[in-house]
Structures are given as structure tokens and as C-alpha cells.
């Protein structure tokens, strides 16, 4: 068993919702042109999530020692961050708040611009931490037999 370490656990913090950002951007894209469904938020939503557990997974399986610096629990700060961001603009504006936290809209800089660049990566990492529990239980089931 690993120890914690500061610069992965900043790493991880920094790196996924970034890798993230970009990954599930190119995913909403790739799949809005194939299936021709521009704006589609389940599909978008889906992306993210996806590609949000799908690092964690590889994370957790490549590097097992990953979870000895919070990797289940790196999802805190950028929860925390989006938390008080919504909450900000909620009380100036709740109708305002709520299209710009939750609605991914990349065609758009007006509406949903802070869902694509805030809350999309930080259900991300949410599932980030998913994936890397996922990983490291499938590990110990194969260690153990």
C-alpha cells in the first residue's frame, strides 16, 4: 500500500476535470454530428459522465496506489467550487442560475456557458471517484481469487 501524496493529489485535482472538459467537448461533438442532435442535453450529460468514469476506471487500474492520494474523494473541491458559484448567481438571478449551471449548450457563449465549463467537468470528476472505486474493487476481487 502507497502513501498520500501531495502532487498527485493536486494532479488529479488539476488534470481531470481539464482532460475532462476537453474529452467530453470532443465526445458531445463527435456524437451531435453523427446522430444530428445539436443542443441534445441527455446526450451531452451522458458524454461527460462517460468520459468522467472512464478515466477513473483507467486511473484505478493502472495505478492502484491512485486511491492512496483521495482519489475517491477528489470530487470535493470541485463540487464545492461549482456549489458556490451556482449559489452566487442564484441569488442575483435564480432563472439566470439555473440555464447557466445546467444547461450544456457549446454552441452558445450566453446561455450554459458556465455548465460547459463548470458543472459538466465537475459531474466528471463526480464519476472520476466512480470509476476509480470500480477499478480498485475489481482489483482486490481478482486478488483475492
Known amino acids: 500500500m502507497g502513501r498520500f501524496s501531495a502532487p498527485i493529489f493536486l494532479a488529479q485535482l488539476l488534470v481531470v476535470p481539464v ?8 465526445a ?7 446522430l444530428g442532435s445539436r443542443g441534445n442535453q441527455l446526450l451531452a450529460w451522458s458524454c461527460y459522465a462517460l468520459v468522467g468514469f472512464a478515466q477513473g476506471y483507467l486511473t484505478g487500474t493502472n495505478f ?28 442575483r438571478d435564480p432563472h439566470a442560475a439555473i440555464n447557466e449551471f445546467l444547461v450544456i449548450n457549446p454552441y452558445s ?22 470509476g476509480v472505486w470500480v477499478a480498485l474493487r475489481a482489483r482486490r476481487g481478482s486478488d483475492e481469487t
Not at 19 to 26: D, E, K, S, T
Not at 109 to 130: E, I, K, M
Open 19 to 26: 482532460v475532462a472538459l476537453v474529452a467530453g467537448l470532443l
Open 28 to 34: 458531445v461533438e463527435f456524437l451531435d454530428s453523427v
Open 64 to 91: 492502484p496506489d491512485v486511491d492512496c492520494s483521495w482519489a475517491r474523494f477528489i470530487w470535493v473541491v470541485p463540487v464545492g467550487v461549482c456549489v458556490l458559484l451556482f449559489l452566487g448567481e442564484f441569488r
Open 109 to 130: 457563449t450566453v446561455g450554459g456557458a458556465l455548465g460547459d465549463v463548470v458543472t459538466a467537468p465537475t459531474l466528471a470528476t463526480c464519476l472520476y471517484s466512480v
